[in-house]
């Protein structure tokens, strides 16, 4: 049994939201990648309402603070490459935006089918990975875990710890990974 579309995409942006909200809430720790992640999941949760005709508004302030978004993450890549990441989805939301904001319809409109295969491809193996990732964290649980500098723990033992905080980090990636990737499908 399948959901109804708005049951769906109402689900959708609870998702975002709550990841986004779990995010602010790690800016103090971890500073600037967790601010990127809550507007990210701020703003897919906004992306994902659905409300129909007449908000050509919202596609355009959405491509306006995903740019922004797009510079913060050129910004973040001069600590390493692993942030490499917040720049595709920041690029990939203003895709979307502009997209949505073009499009006929509903607010999504068909996008670059090239560039729409790519990044499903790119988000797809993003969920895989993150879920083979979160499958194998929540093996270690009860044993110490050592995280590479910087990665913004300390090795714990449990899952209360900072490892059990690490692994709801992952899931709020994940979350989000198969939020976009949801988003795309859409389009």
């Known amino acids: 049994m399948s959901l109804p579309v708005s049951v769906s995409a109402w689900l959708l942006v609870l998702l975002c939201a709550v990841s986004g909200a779990y995010c602010l809430g790690r800016v103090r720790r971890a500073g600037g990648a967790a601010a990127g992640e809550a507007v990210m999941g701020f703003g897919m949760a906004l992306m994902a309402v659905p409300l129909g005709h007449g908000d050509g508004w919202r596609a355009t302030a959405l491509a306006l603070v995903f740019c922004a978004t797009a510079l913060h993450a050129v910004w973040l890549l001069r600590q390493g490459a692993h942030h490499a990441h917040h720049l ?33 491809l790119y988000y797809a193996g993003y969920v895989v990975l993150g879920g083979a990732r979160l499958i194998t964290a929540g093996t270690t ?47």
Not at 97 to 106: E, K, L, N, P, R
Not at 159 to 180: F, K
């Open 88 to 120: 595709v989805g920041a690029l990939t939301m203003v895709y979307m935006a502009v997209t949505a904001g073009y499009g006929a319809g509903s607010g999504h409109g068909g996008g670059l089918p090239l560039l729409t295969g790519v990044l499903l």
């Open 141 to 187: 649980s009860g044993t110490t875990v050592h995280h590479p500098a910087g990665a913004g723990t300390s090795g714990s033992t449990g899952p209360t710890g900072p490892t059990g905080s690490a692994e709801l980090t992952r899931a709020c990636r994940l979350a989000m990974g198969m939020g976009m990737l949801a988003m795309l499908l859409a389009m």
